[in-house]
């Protein structure tokens, strides 16, 4: 499988941080922030990498990461001209580096210590299909979009920031996608944000019950707000000192 991190986006929350760098530059506890989704991915046993961003910041990424030796990985990169056009938007540039071949789709900014590789195995033997993952929230499930599954992990449906939550499953941003996910892409309209939507991307999978999920126990989306970036940095460190993260 192909690796994707999307990187990309203006990040005006965490100003004046991200005033003169990308905030997946900047740091969680000893280490860049994009370090964490590119190790997951790594030890996961995914080898070639396309890493999006903005114009601004593409050259920021090269020189740190370079050619992605230091990860055992093969780094590629590209640049969203456009840094509100959404997930999926992002997610389209890959279409040439896939070539056809199912993909695994981490946002940048997301930290988590969940091994990727079972998931990874399992997602090779589904004949088609698509997996998202999902963190129980019961007080903040509303802000993200909210996953609605049956006890075998099938997903029955996901709202993006529903008022009245129909479980408290948040989606995380790691997602695994069949080849056919860039067909559905195209056919994807903006939403009212103006943004091609990852929840109306998975939702073609939704529809056709071919959706699974699974949960995960803890997940950080450092990149929203001063507040998740400082709570992601006492937690990495606990963690790390606890031998659960390096």
């Known amino acids: 499988m192909k690796g994707i991190i999307l990187a990309g986006g203006l990040a005006t929350r965490l100003r004046p941080l991200t005033l003169v760098t990308n905030k997946h530059l900047l740091p969680v506890y000893n280490k860049p922030m994009i370090y964490y989704p590119i190790e997951a991915l790594a030890k996961a046993g995914v080898k070639e990498i396309l890493l999006t961003s903005s114009p601004d910041h ?109 479980s408290d499953i948040a989606q995380t941003g790691i997602y695994m996608y069949d080849e056919r996910v860039f067909e559905f892409i195209r056919k994807l309209k903006p939403s009212d944000r103006e943004e091609l939507e990852v929840t109306d991307l998975n939702n073609f999978y939704v529809q056709e019950g071919s959706l699974k999920c699974h949960l995960i126990n803890w997940w950080i989306d450092a990149g929203t707000s001063h507040d998740e970036l400082l709570r992601a940095n006492n937690l990495v460190a606990e963690k790390v000192k606890n031998g659960e993260l390096k």
């Open 58 to 166: 593409a050259g920021h990424f090269a020189n740190l990461l370079k050619a992605g030796e230091d990860f055992g990985v093969k780094l590629y990169y590209a640049v969203q001209k456009n840094p509100k056009g959404g997930i999926a938007d992002a997610m389209f540039l890959a279409e040439e580096f896939a070539k056809g071949q199912r993909i695994v789709v981490v946002l940048g900014d997301n930290i988590f210590n969940f091994d990727l590789k079972s998931a990874i195995k399992e997602f090779e033997a589904m004949d088609k299909g698509a997996i998202v993952f999902g963190v129980k929230m019961p007080t903040q499930s509303q802000q993200y979009g909210v996953i609605e599954r049956d006890e075998n992990g099938n997903v029955i449906s996901i709202e993006e920031k529903p008022e009245k939550p129909k």
